[in-house]
């Protein structure tokens, strides 16, 4: 059975490849090359993959980064498609689809909504959900750096709290749209913020994400 992750992996690559490697994405200012190699290397190079989190890894990260990024783009769209080695973590069914769905799914919206003539997509009920409890259990990790209380709220009415604190803004939309806002994404994302005007600023010039 196809999961949420190999879906999203397979349509990253896609539209990387339709954007070409010079085009421009949402993520960081990189160019569609440098996010298909950054893909890469969390997947392949777990030992400079950890300079995400760490800055003592960070030279090293830096240093494949450089390497994979001088690599012809259509073997990194390659890499990005046949997945990650059979020895890697990544590799296990549960830790793909639990580690990548959402990570796919945001680059995936960095590469379409970085293009002129992009056009929102329409996320099957599931996917959706299967967003939203991800979202859940992200939330006040995503969130921890918000200077205002965050409400995260779809349009039926589920909320999660992605930060305490006063004044609170609500964010309102659709999960995809939400798991967005939540990675760093807000002036992309389709939402509408209720709250203190001075707190709706703050919010959106926040750094959120993990």
């Known amino acids: ?10 349509l990253l690559a896609d539209l990387l490849e339709a954007a070409g490697p010079e085009a421009p994405t949402l993520c960081s200012g990189w160019s569609c090359r440098e996010l298909a190699a950054h893909v890469v290397v969390r997947e392949r190079r777990p030992d400079a ?81 299967s967003l939203w409890t991800r979202l859940e259990r992200l939330a006040r990790l995503t969130g921890r750096r918000s200077p205002v209380g965050l ?20 964010v309102t939309g659709e999960p995809g749209e939400l798991t967005l806002f939540c990675f760093g994404r807000q002036d992309s994302a389709a939402v509408t913020l209720d709250g203190d005007k001075e707190a709706v600023a703050l919010l959106t010039t926040a750094q959120l994400g993990i």
Do not use: C
């Not at 059975?1 to 397979?10: Q, Y």
């Not at 001088?70 to 590799?91: D, H, M």
């Not at 959402?102 to 099957?124: G, I, K």
């Not at 409400?151 to 004044?167: E, I, N, Y």
């Open 1 to 10: 059975m196809s999961t949420h992750a190999k879906r999203e992996r397979l």
């Open 151 to 170: 409400v995260l709220r779809r349009p039926d009415g589920r909320t999660a709290v992605a930060h305490k604190g006063v004044p609170v803004v609500t």
């Open 49 to 129: 993959a950890g300079g995400l989190l760490l800055n003592v890894l960070k030279a090293r990260l830096d240093k494949a980064m450089d390497e994979y990024t001088a690599k012809p783009y259509e073997e990194l769209l390659q890499l990005i498609r046949t997945g990650p080695p059979k020895l890697s973590v990544y590799a296990l069914k549960p830790i793909d689809e639990a580690a990548n769905a959402v990570e796919f799914f945001v680059h995936s919206e960095d590469v379409r909504r970085a293009q002129p003539d992009w056009s929102p997509r329409e996320l099957d009920p599931v996917f959706a959900d």
